[in-house]
């Protein structure tokens, strides 16, 4: 796992990230709105442009537990797409930045291009690879969310920017 370079005793500070309904052009930077279609809709370029061949795809359920609304780290992950969806349809909030650098273990997101939006129930999203991502947050004390990225992702494509260590920051969603 990668962390980037810790910022020498920056004063942290709280940035309110203001929530976004996600809407398929709002989220199109940072990955794909998957919402209902009908059966036997023809692939298009509106759904999950999926990315597993660098390794075997794992489908599964995660089971999460309620954190505070804010956040010091985010995440990405380099060699694969990730699909979040919510079992049993309640709404969950999910903040992003866009993939820069994209095969740069070392690389970094920009604080101030990271988005919050909240994900109904009914929808699910895939991101691009190297998508940066903090969530999902939630109400309830757990949630189960389906999860669709590749066997090993949490063991060898995890990488993280300590937010608060690097530049100062704490991020807190207003909704």
């Not at 509106?46 to 954190?67: C, H, I, N, S």
Request: with cysteine; hydrophobic share 40%.
């Amino acid at each position: 796992m990668q962390t980037s370079t810790p910022h020498p005793s920056a004063p942290l500070r709280t940035v309110d990230l203001p929530v976004a309904t996600i809407s398929a052009d709002a989220f199109a930077p940072f990955g794909t709105l998957i919402a209902p279609a009908e059966d036997g809709k023809l692939f298009g370029p509106d759904e999950a442009q999926l990315e597993l061949t660098r390794g075997t795809p794992r489908f599964y359920v995660m089971r999460l537990k309620r954190r505070d609304k804010a956040f010091t780290h985010i995440t990405r992950h380099l060699s694969v797409t990730q699909c979040l969806a919510s079992v049993g349809g309640k709404p969950w909030l999910l903040a992003v930045a866009p993939p820069a650098d994209a095969d740069n273990p070392g690389g970094e997101p920009d604080p101030a291009a990271i988005r919050a939006f909240q994900v109904p129930g009914d929808v699910a999203v895939s991101l691009h690879r190297s998508t940066w991502h903090a969530g999902p947050f939630f109400d309830d004390p757990t949630h189960d969310f389906f999860n669709l990225e590749l066997a090993d992702t949490n063991q060898v494509d995890h990488h993280n920017c300590l937010l608060d260590q690097r530049f100062g920051l704490r991020f807190r969603f207003v909704v």
